[in-house]
């Protein structure tokens, strides 16, 4: 696909046939997006309109989430632009993001079949188990003790999956799903590009780029992360709020295997992850009050190690830093509507949750998921995909379904992130209980693998045909 | 701003919109045409109505006529009448699909409202302020599918509309009407329930004694050639807010009627 630029002067929209193409008869009136057309057609129509760009999805924010889905609707056949402001080039160093993303089992399903799983399985580190610790920091469990408050998954309950999920670093994926992007016809990657006005109308999703380049869309999609610039233009507001806490980041190596153990403990500053990755290291999420983050990132490396081998304890043997470290400001928001006219909104866009059940990223793609589901359908029926009668479909099933998790890692965060007496004493009876609890549990487990509620046809299960 | 240079010099002939209208028209057009198109509006119950019933009509012509429904335009190159279009919420989609649309309405409002509609979203459908007996009468080449849907229960003459909508479907073609059935459980989930009880619909929608049995449908169309292939109700559940296709006739419902000849028909 070529782009030629075209004259950002706003008087060419009367001058260009914006939905036009050749015309070849007068009772056919001129329209791009009619029906009937090819793609080849488009082509052609898009490249006798002189650069601007018609597709059937324009997805804004080339990240994780935004990515999967313009590989997941072109696969179902849609047209898609994929705009992002950063040059791939750059997302893909490893320096651009340090971070590390709790696959669940049935995230990983999407990604096998998006023809990504082989270029991710080799980096991905099983979870077998997670072990859920509240506690102080003097707690027998750093010395590898036994706890007598504690949450033990045990991945061999869950039918049919072999592991809780996987933990792979966000660059391994970045570069799967950049390297399928760019081999795929139908998605045009607009990157370096930034919109400089986006509108929705009965007509189309229109964004203009700086450079002049125009996309007309039947539906945009706000891929854009927190405080989506795209949600903004569409008057979409949303409940936000910050937790006065930083997520340090960085990957440690160590001496005696990890087993697969995810551990979570439950400190008075927030939770501090230890997530399994390949080559005997481990991903650390440590939450922590936002000013004492920022004093534990300024340390040299030798305090740094020693004031996370205080709270890692002894287990895994000596510990060596893998990785620079990174911190996140962590805040809370979810969008009063997931769609507005010729919009929807997905990831981070529609909403954002604290990292405590590392959940964010399998929220967003469920949202991807789910939104190929009601595009593939509204097509099917010559539906337009733009339409709020087909987009409320999208909002009923994604908003309702991830405020529950929103709201609960919410809670989860309050009654954790404390060092209350009465709270503490609370809470380890809470964690023994659903501990004993097998239905329970098993529900947790199946909530963290993405598994419950009404799943879209990306994520459930392959269907298995016995062997004759 | 969404009509283009090009859109206005290229409007078909048969469209009702035109040069001569003017500025305030179009923009009274384009207010009613988002009314219509609003699916949290006054026109929900049809919005939500919808899907259920685009698919049972896209899988009845394209089984009819031998075509895979799945596939990207199951209804391309079809001429298709919708009659009593209104703002066109099936004649949009039935052009998705890759139809050749015309849709008529006896309301001139309507007819604008469509036209106004299917501009804005670039589609091609030539709209008409008419009626079936006016194309019978003014020779209009038949269809290979007729859509009569929710029409059947405002007409003055059912036999003679039925008759003239089946004189417009060519040998081997395919029509579809959806009506209400003249019930007593019709009278009370279709009349009272969406009228009093849900306020879906303006009291007064309907007139109970214009509802239509499946039988009165067969039989006026029976002296045209056409037989009747299917019949399904259409049920709302009131917990899932959704509707779908159900065995029972007895409320909503649709028949899928057929005219014997044409190629590979005979």
Same mark, same amino acid.
């Given at each position: 696909?070529?782009?030629?630029?075209?004259?950002?002067?706003?008087?060419?929209?009367?001058?260009?046939? +914006?939905? &036009?193409?050749?015309?070849?008869?007068? *009772?056919?009136?001129?329209?791009?997006?009619?029906?009937?057309?090819?793609?080849?057609?488009?082509?052609?129509?898009? %490249?006798?309109?002189?650069?601007?760009?018609?597709?059937?999805?324009?997805?804004?924010?080339?990240?994780?989430? &935004?990515?999967?889905?313009?590989?997941?609707?072109? &696969?179902?056949?849609?047209?898609?632009?994929?705009?992002?402001?950063?040059?791939?080039?750059?997302?893909?160093?490893?320096?651009?993001?340090?971070?590390?993303?709790?696959?669940?089992?049935?995230?990983?399903?999407?990604?096998?079949?998006?023809?990504?799983? *082989?270029?991710?399985?080799?980096?991905?580190? #099983?979870?077998?188990?997670?072990?859920?610790? @509240?506690?102080?920091?003097?707690?027998?469990?750093?010395?590898?003790?036994?706890?007598?408050?504690?949450?033990?998954?045990?991945?061999?309950?869950?039918?049919?999956?072999?592991?809780?999920?996987?933990?792979?670093?966000?660059?391994?994926?970045?570069?799967?799903?950049?390297?399928?992007?760019?081999?795929?016809?139908?998605?045009?990657?607009?990157?370096?590009? =930034?919109?400089?006005?986006?509108?929705?109308?009965?007509?189309?999703?229109?964004?203009?780029?700086?450079?002049?380049?125009?996309?007309?869309?039947?539906?945009?999609?706000?891929?854009?992360?927190?405080?989506?610039?795209?949600?903004?233009?569409?008057?979409?507001? =949303?409940?936000?709020?910050?937790?006065?806490?930083?997520?340090?980041?960085?990957?440690?190596?160590?001496?005696? $295997?990890?087993?697969?153990?995810?551990?979570?403990?439950?400190?008075?500053?927030?939770?501090?992850?230890?997530?399994?990755?390949?080559?005997?290291?481990?991903?650390?999420?440590?939450?922590?009050?936002? *000013?004492?983050?920022?004093?534990?990132?300024?340390?040299?490396? *030798?305090?740094?190690?020693?004031?996370?081998?205080?709270?890692?304890?002894?287990? +895994?043997?000596?510990?060596?830093?893998?990785?620079?470290?990174? $911190?996140?400001?962590?805040?809370?928001?979810?969008?009063?509507?997931?769609?507005?006219?010729?919009?929807?909104?997905?990831?981070?866009?529609?909403?954002?949750?604290?990292?405590?059940?590392?959940?964010?990223?399998?929220? &967003?793609?469920?949202?991807?998921?789910?939104?190929?589901?009601?595009?593939? $359908?509204?097509?099917?029926?010559?539906?337009?995909?733009?339409?709020? %009668?087909?987009?409320?479909?999208?909002?009923?099933?994604?908003?309702?379904?991830?405020?529950?998790?929103?709201?609960?890692?919410?809670?989860?965060?309050?009654?954790?992130?404390?060092?209350?007496?009465?709270?503490?004493?609370?809470?380890?009876?809470?964690?023994?209980?659903?501990?004993?609890?097998?239905?329970?549990?098993?529900?947790?487990?199946?909530?963290?693998?993405?598994?419950?509620?009404?799943?879209?046809?990306?994520?459930?299960?392959?269907?298995?045909?016995?062997?004759? | 701003?969404?009509?283009?240079?090009?859109?206005?010099?290229? $409007?078909?002939?048969?469209?009702?919109?035109?040069?001569?209208?003017?500025?305030?028209?179009?923009?009274?057009?384009?207010?009613?045409?988002?009314?219509?198109?609003?699916?949290?509006?006054?026109?929900?119950?049809?919005?939500?109505?919808?899907?259920?019933?685009?698919?049972?009509?896209?899988?009845?012509?394209?089984?009819?006529?031998?075509?895979?429904?799945?596939?990207?335009?199951?209804?391309?190159?079809?001429?298709?009448?919708?009659?009593?279009?209104?703002?066109?919420?099936?004649?949009?989609?039935?052009?998705?699909?890759?139809?050749?649309?015309?849709?008529?309405?006896?309301?001139?409002?309507?007819?604008?409202?469509?036209?106004?509609?299917?501009?804005?979203?670039?589609?091609?459908?030539?709209?008409?302020?008419?009626?079936?007996?006016?194309?019978?009468?003014?020779?209009? #080449?038949?269809?290979?599918?007729?859509?009569?849907?929710?029409?059947?229960?405002?007409?003055?003459?059912?036999?003679?509309? +039925?008759?003239?909508?089946?004189?417009?479907?060519?040998?081997?073609?395919?029509?579809?009407?959806?009506?209400?059935?003249?019930?007593?459980?019709?009278?009370?989930?279709?009349?009272?329930?969406?009228?009093?009880?849900?306020?879906?619909?303006?009291?007064?929608?309907?007139?109970?004694?214009?509802?239509?049995?499946?039988?009165?449908?067969?039989?006026?169309?029976?002296?045209?050639?056409?037989?009747?292939?299917?019949?399904?109700?259409?049920?709302?559940?009131?917990?899932? @807010?959704?509707?779908?296709?159900?065995?029972?006739?007895?409320?909503?419902?649709?028949?899928?009627?057929?005219?014997?000849?044409?190629?590979?028909?005979?």
């Amino acid at each position: 696909m070529t782009l030629q630029t075209v004259a950002p002067a706003m008087g060419a929209v009367a001058a260009i046939p +914006l939905g &036009g193409r050749p015309v070849a008869s007068p *009772d056919r009136p001129a329209a791009t997006k009619d029906i009937a057309m090819t793609n080849d057609e488009r082509d052609q129509a898009n %490249s006798e309109q002189g650069g601007d760009l018609r597709v059937d999805v324009a997805i804004v924010g080339g990240g994780l989430a &935004g990515g999967s889905l313009a590989l997941a609707l072109a &696969g179902a056949g849609f047209r898609v632009a994929l705009v992002d402001a950063t040059d791939p080039s750059v997302m893909r160093d490893a320096a651009f993001d340090g971070r590390t993303t709790a696959l669940a089992y049935a995230t990983a399903r999407m990604f096998r079949r998006l023809g990504l799983w *082989d270029a991710i399985a080799p980096s991905a580190e #099983p979870i077998r188990d997670i072990l859920v610790t @509240d506690g102080a920091l003097e707690s027998p469990s750093r010395r590898g003790g036994v706890v007598d408050s504690h949450l033990w998954f045990d991945g061999a309950a869950l039918d049919g999956e072999p592991y809780l999920g996987w933990i792979v670093e966000n660059q391994i994926i970045r570069n799967a799903l950049f390297d399928a992007i760019e081999a795929t016809d139908a998605i045009t990657l607009l990157a370096p590009a =930034s919109a400089s006005g986006t509108s929705f109308d009965a007509g189309a999703a229109r964004i203009s780029l700086k450079d002049g380049r125009r996309i007309f869309a039947d539906l945009a999609v706000a891929a854009d992360g927190k405080r989506s610039a795209l949600a903004a233009a569409a008057d979409i507001r =949303s409940h936000a709020w910050g937790y006065g806490q930083k997520a340090i980041v960085c990957s440690v190596a160590h001496e005696r $295997s990890h087993d697969g153990v995810a551990q979570e403990y439950f400190l008075p500053g927030g939770p501090f992850a230890i997530l399994p990755m390949t080559n005997s290291r481990c991903s650390l999420v440590w939450t922590e009050r936002a *000013d004492a983050a920022d004093a534990y990132i300024a340390l040299p490396d *030798d305090a740094f190690l020693e004031a996370i081998g205080a709270r890692f304890g002894v287990y +895994l043997g000596a510990l060596s830093l893998a990785s620079p470290r990174w $911190s996140f400001p962590l805040g809370f928001h979810f969008s009063e509507s997931f769609v507005a006219r010729r919009l929807a909104l997905v990831g981070d866009a529609a909403r954002a949750i604290h990292p405590i059940a590392g959940q964010g990223f399998n929220l &967003g793609l469920k949202d991807v998921a789910a939104l190929v589901d009601v595009l593939t $359908s509204a097509r099917g029926l010559g539906r337009d995909i733009g339409d709020l %009668s087909v987009l409320d479909e999208y909002d009923r099933w994604r908003r309702f379904d991830s405020a529950a998790l929103a709201f609960g890692t919410d809670m989860l965060n309050r009654l954790f992130s404390n060092d209350v007496g009465p709270i503490r004493a609370a809470r380890r009876l809470g964690l023994s209980a659903v501990n004993a609890l097998g239905p329970l549990k098993r529900t947790f487990m199946r909530e963290s693998g993405a598994d419950l509620g009404r799943l879209p046809s990306l994520l459930q299960p392959e269907r298995v045909s016995s062997a004759p | 701003m969404t009509t283009t240079a090009a859109d206005q010099a290229e $409007s078909p002939t048969p469209r009702v919109s035109g040069a001569t209208v003017d500025g305030g028209e179009i923009a009274k057009f384009e207010k009613m045409a988002a009314e219509w198109w609003d699916p949290h509006g006054k026109f929900r119950p049809l919005h939500k109505f919808n899907p259920t019933r685009l698919a049972y009509i896209r899988d009845a012509i394209a089984g009819h006529l031998g075509r895979d429904p799945q596939s990207a335009a199951p209804l391309r190159g079809l001429r298709l009448l919708d009659v009593g279009c209104g703002g066109g919420l099936v004649c949009e989609p039935m052009r998705r699909l890759g139809a050749e649309v015309v849709g008529i309405d006896a309301s001139e409002m309507n007819v604008k409202v469509a036209a106004t509609h299917a501009e804005e979203t670039g589609l091609s459908i030539d709209y008409r302020a008419s009626t079936v007996e006016a194309l019978v009468d003014g020779g209009e #080449p038949q269809f290979d599918a007729v859509l009569n849907l929710e029409a059947v229960e405002h007409v003055a003459d059912v036999d003679l509309f +039925l008759q003239s909508s089946a004189a417009l479907v060519k040998p081997g073609g395919i029509m579809v009407v959806a009506t209400i059935n003249r019930t007593l459980k019709a009278v009370a989930t279709a009349k009272i329930g969406a009228e009093y009880v849900l306020r879906w619909l303006p009291v007064g929608t309907h007139d109970p004694r214009k509802f239509v049995k499946p039988s009165e449908i067969e039989r006026a169309i029976r002296p045209t050639g056409m037989t009747v292939k299917a019949s399904a109700g259409v049920a709302y559940n009131l917990l899932t @807010d959704a509707w779908r296709v159900v065995d029972d006739v007895a409320v909503n419902y649709m028949i899928v009627a057929t005219k014997p000849g044409g190629p590979g028909n005979a």
